[in-house]
């Protein structure tokens, strides 16, 4: 039903199977040994099976829709009303799993075929009763690569200001996905042409226009890794913004904050100086400096300009071992006193001078180290 038919018309592999049926609830939860009730009231239960699992929704038409985001409730029905209540035509196909029949009440069939997509019935009054909708819409086409529908696009942008009161995490999956389909450029340009990025990303038209941006995530694709999609999108933020707005956007704090580093290193990773290995080494040695190296190219690839600085650096990276990049420590704290390093902040700033001596290679043994610190301890405090 709905997501899984449109998948299999289209040659794809449904990541779900949702299963529409003229069984109650209660039917259903009698008829399968173990059943989570995920939603009776909308109608909807889980079945569990050996090895697979399927949300079993009961034909359903919805009751009234107040906070333009849910139903307020939902009355059983049949297959017509089901499918009415459905967003987009290639949504609304009904796939009988025992004869592989499809049933289109709504035109769904011949606009896949056609590759547009389409509200069904009013879009405007589509997407006045959820008002995630013209999102879903941007994620459909980002998806597809369809045609968005005249009159759909029309009331996508007379609703575009309205989706920003759904709830964030609802906003976030969408994006999230839009960033993570096959054209997360051309969903970048709709978000912002539509209006819709102004009104759940307002920091980024703050920052600069969209497009480079969409171009930047044309340039992105095959990218898997949703953290570096959201440094390639909020990158003209800069790191600190960039994490503020997934803050806001309620993402994992490990998301937040590789997000955040793959901007600040894809960023300083730009200005690595051929001469400075000591430099080199600290940015491209952190965990997130690949996925930086990835987004820096993905910009530069925008901005039409070569890649040899990323070149460069994933050369240099691919030569240098773990012991190049993580030298032992050769000193402590206590060493450093030891060799007259007056107590307080200048033990540590010695420490990291002494690392950085063995990024450059100037000290490798115990020895070196020793003298080093000693030299450091001679000097002037700054
Ligand atoms: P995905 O591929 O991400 O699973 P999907 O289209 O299958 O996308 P689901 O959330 O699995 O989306 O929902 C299954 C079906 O339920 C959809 O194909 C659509 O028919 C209907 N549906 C889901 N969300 C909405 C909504 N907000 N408004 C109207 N219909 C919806
Ligand atoms: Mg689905």
């Not at 993570?180 to 209006?195: H, N, V």
């Not at 180290?369 to 001679?378: I, P, T």
Request: charged share 30%.
């Amino acid at each position: 039903m709905g997501g899984a038919a449109r998948d299999l018309l289209m040659g794809a592999t449904p990541p779900d199977w949702d299963v529409a049926t003229s069984a109650r609830p209660e039917a259903v939860q009698a008829l399968f040994r173990r059943t989570v009730p995920v939603g009776v009231q909308f109608g909807v239960v889980r079945v569990l099976l050996k090895d697979f699992e399927y949300e079993v929704a009961t034909l359903r038409a919805d009751l009234g829709y107040s906070d333009g985001r849910r139903p307020d409730g939902v009355r059983f029905t049949d297959l017509r009303e089901d499918v009415l209540r459905r967003d987009f035509t290639i949504n609304g196909l009904a796939l009988d799993p025992m004869t592989g029949e499809v049933t289109d009440l709504v035109g769904g069939v011949a606009d896949l075929a056609a590759g547009i997509l389409r509200a069904i019935g009013d879009a405007d009054a589509r997407f006045a009763e959820d008002r995630l909708r013209p999102l879903r819409a941007v994620r459909f086409a980002a998806r597809t690569g369809f045609a968005i529908e005249e009159a759909t696009y029309d009331a996508m942008r007379r609703a575009a200001a309205d989706v920003a009161a759904v709830s964030v995490e609802r906003i976030s999956e969408e994006l999230k996905k839009t960033l993570l389909s096959p054209r997360p450029g051309l969903g970048w340009r709709l978000l912002a042409d539509t209006g819709m990025l102004a009104a759940v990303l307002p920091e980024c038209g703050e920052a600069g226009p969209a497009d480079p941006v969409a171009a930047a995530l044309d340039a992105a694709v095959g990218i898997g890794d949703p953290d570096t999609l959201w440094a390639i999108a909020l990158w003209p933020l800069g790191a600190d913004r960039a994490g503020k707005v997934l803050r806001r956007l309620r993402q994992s704090n490990r998301s937040i904050r590789d997000a955040a580093d793959t901007v600040r290193l894809g960023l300083a990773a730009a200005t690595i100086d051929d001469r400075d290995v000591v430099r080199a080494k600290r940015i491209l040695r952190e965990p997130r400096a690949r996925a930086g190296l990835d987004a820096l190219a993905a910009w530069r690839k925008a901005q039409g300009l070569d890649d040899a600085p990323v070149r460069a650096a994933r050369d240099r990276l691919a030569g240098w071992t773990d012991a190049d990049l993580h030298p032992p420590r050769l000193a402590t704290g206590d060493d450093a006193l030891a060799a007259g390093i007056p107590s307080g902040p200048r033990v540590a700033d010695a420490l990291t001078a002494l690392e950085d001596a063995q990024l450059g290679g100037d000290v490798t043994d115990a020895d070196a180290a020793r003298a080093f610190l000693q030299s450091m301890a001679a000097r002037p405090a700054p």
